[in-house]
């Protein structure tokens, strides 16, 4: 009977976190917070325990020092200091289980349902995108208008799953059929929208998906061969994406020196990073923030911590630094772990890296403290794999 509840339990939990994802029917913070709520409540009975640990705690202190010298008003102390903390909460629980493969089943099920949630809400706010809008549209939800760096957000797992869905291909080709159509689709309406920040990143994690794949296979001879036919096969395509930029064959001179990729400085001189080596500068005149730093003329230092010492001083920056340094090392020790399944690797590497290079570019926990608190979810699903894992190896 205990065995029959826990499996219908974490169904609902992980259907929780697809409708969570999609937004669905609105869900406003605080409904948000009461479903996160009831479901640590829960897990805490069947796993017998409370997963409180040192990095959840850094987490926590981080939001609320926030919220206290950022002067946010009651209720947005709630949301912002308790959404991130049962989101990193909730994930840690999911992959608890007896055994290592439901363990490994239900951290897949869980990244892949936020993934495929999030791009069913961006596929809705699209159906709002007209021309004439430019670069505001309406979420389809709540008919607010967000900037598109900010619809970008839901488009980043999806895109950050690209390699998997190539990669595990044959394992699954529905699954994966949608995780790479569904990806082409987000960097095509980003590049329509004039978002140049979702490619960036898509590039990014592809080639850190690529050292990822070779790393783990580095004992596997065929990896190696694969390896060297990848290294010329890169080799020829950097030469010939350059013989085209420099001949403008189909106009692709014109379109990368066109307003889309050169506006604010392009992406290598962007106005972003003059701003984000000004907030670094200050925050020693500035210790208690304030917002009162210079940002090169822009409302934002387009950087979460920074943004963070800016609003609100030393102490939470300290203390968020602090909990990206720990959570950083748990997914290095993931990938370092012999007995981690490979697509878990590749699954939390890419979530993980795809949200960190988005706040590292934009003002995330400003905009909306979802964005800043489904990362906690990653963070806390790596921490509940890494933990699950120690306890088999424990009792074998």
């Known amino acids: 009977m205990t065995r029959d509840f826990d499996k219908i339990y974490r169904n609902i939990a992980l259907i929780s976190i ?3 994802a999609v937004g669905f029917m609105g869900f406003g913070d605080k409904i948000v917070l009461l479903l996160l709520f009831i479901n640590c409540l829960i897990q805490s009975v069947i796993n017998r325990k409370l997963f409180i640990n040192a990095e959840l705690i850094l987490l926590f202190a981080g939001m609320l020092f926030y919220g206290i010298f950022g002067r946010l008003e009651a209720v947005w102390m709630v949301k912002y200091t308790l959404l991130p903390a049962l989101f990193y909460m909730f994930g840690a629980s999911v992959p608890i289980s007896q055994n290592r493969a439901d363990c490994n089943n239900r951290a897949k099920t869980a990244v892949i349902a936020l993934s495929l949630g999030l791009l069913i809400e961006s596929i809705l706010n699209a159906l709002r995108w007209a021309p004439e809008l430019g670069r505001y549209w309406p979420e389809f939800w709540s008919g607010r208008p967000l900037l598109a760096t900010q619809h970008v957000f839901y ?3 999806v895109v950050a799953l690209f390699f998997y869905g190539l990669y595990r291909w044959n ?3 529905l699954l994966n059929s949608i995780l790479v159509l ?4 987000c960097l095509w309406f980003s590049l329509v929208t004039g978002s140049r920040s979702l490619v960036m990143i898509f590039a990014i994690v592809i080639i850190t998906n690529i050292i990822l794949y070779f790393y783990l296979n580095r004992h596997n001879e065929t990896a190696r061969r694969s390896l060297r036919l990848f290294a010329l096969c890169l080799l020829a395509a950097v030469i010939f994406a350059g013989a085209l930029y420099l001949l403008n064959a189909g106009g ?3 379109y990368l020196h066109s307003h889309t990729w050169t506006r604010e400085g392009g992406i290598l ?3 972003r990073f003059q701003a984000q080596i000004s907030a670094l500068r200050q925050i020693p005149e500035y210790p208690f923030g304030g917002s009162r730093m210079d940002l090169a003329g822009l409302g934002f230092a387009h950087n979460v911590w920074l943004d963070v010492a800016n609003r609100s001083g030393l102490i939470p920056f300290v203390l968020l630094v602090a909990y990206t340094f720990v959570t950083l090392y748990n997914l290095i020790k993931l990938i370092r772990t ?3 399944d490979h697509d878990i690797i590749y699954l939390l590497v890419s979530s993980y890296l795809s949200l960190f290079l988005y706040y590292m570019i934009e003002p995330a926990l400003d905009a909306n403290i979802m964005y800043w608190a489904l990362w906690a979810l990653i963070c806390g699903l790596t921490k509940g794999v890494l933990k699950n894992h120690d306890n088999m190896i424990r009792m074998e």
């Not at 569904?182 to 689709?185: E, K, N, Q, Y």
């Open 18 to 20: 697809f409708l969570i």
């Open 155 to 157: 488009n980043l797992l």
């Open 171 to 173: 394992s699954h080709r």
């Open 182 to 185: 569904g990806g082409i689709w």
């Open 252 to 254: 692709i001179y014109d």
């Open 269 to 271: 001189h962007n106005i």
């Open 338 to 340: 012999q007995t981690t």
